[in-house]
């Protein structure tokens, strides 16, 4: 079945800092959407990317759907304590009948201020 | 606008008991989703449904039952809770199937004693 994996795990960065998070698919995605989940809440969109190549930018985070459409990242530059929290990626895979997001394990994001 | 609502938000049970965890959506979605997550497991999908009156198999199935008898209603069923079952459990919604946001509810602590 369709396998999406996340890294790193977990990243611990200085405020004001930049942080990056890479997302791989072992099949090709139709899209791919980015969520955020808060201690303690409950997962939040971000950010739907379907395109080839697609790069879309939100403030300080930017997004990117990889050439292939099979690896994704999220770049967020001068990480602020408001960003804390965990960053999920999740894909669609591009059979017919793709009902499922697949999430990865996510990465945990730490800033010391 | 309440979105997505889950009941209970914390329970505790003895192994061997049952249970049902209600979602409710007032977005008039087709698809509903249930989702548990473990630490460092990221979210797993334990059942789905397409619409009122269907239900399909996720990652992680076994152990638990599901029913969608009216549209705006996805219950997950616990028959004999085992303590692996132990685990956050988020309800979801989308309009599209993967395709458009997945709106999650607040979640439910199930801790099986």
């Known amino acids: 079945g369709q396998q999406v994996m996340q890294i790193p795990q977990y990243q611990h960065v200085q405020e004001g800092e930049d942080f990056t998070t890479y997302c791989n698919s072992s099949t090709t995605l139709s899209n791919i959407q980015w969520y955020k989940q808060r201690p303690g809440g409950h997962p939040v969109f971000l950010i739907q990317l379907v395109k080839s190549g697609e790069v879309k930018k939100q403030k300080r985070l930017t997004f990117q759907f990889g050439e292939a459409k099979k690896n994704s990242s999220l770049h967020i530059t001068a990480t602020q304590t408001t960003d804390v929290g965990t960053y999920f990626c999740a894909g669609r895979g591009s059979g017919a009948g793709s009902y499922q997001l697949t999430f990865g394990k996510g990465t945990k994001l730490s800033v010391i201020p | 606008n309440a979105g997505v609502t889950q009941t209970p938000k914390f329970r505790v049970l003895k192994t061997g008991q049952s249970m049902t965890l209600l979602c409710a959506q007032d977005?008039?979605?087709?698809?509903m989703y249930w989702y548990r997550q473990d630490p460092g497991m990221g979210l797993r999908l334990i059942h789905y449904s397409v619409g009122e009156g269907t239900t399909a198999k996720g990652e992680v199935p076994d152990g638990y039952n599901v029913s969608r008898l009216k549209k705006q209603n996805f219950l997950l069923g616990l028959e004999s809770a085992a303590p692996s079952q132990t685990s956050v459990y988020f309800c979801?919604?989308?309009?599209?199937?993967?395709?458009?946001?997945?709106?999650f509810g607040q979640g439910t602590r199930l801790t099986v004693v």
């Open positions: 979801a919604s989308s309009l599209v199937a993967g395709a458009t946001e997945a709106f």
């Open positions: 977005m008039n979605h087709e698809y």
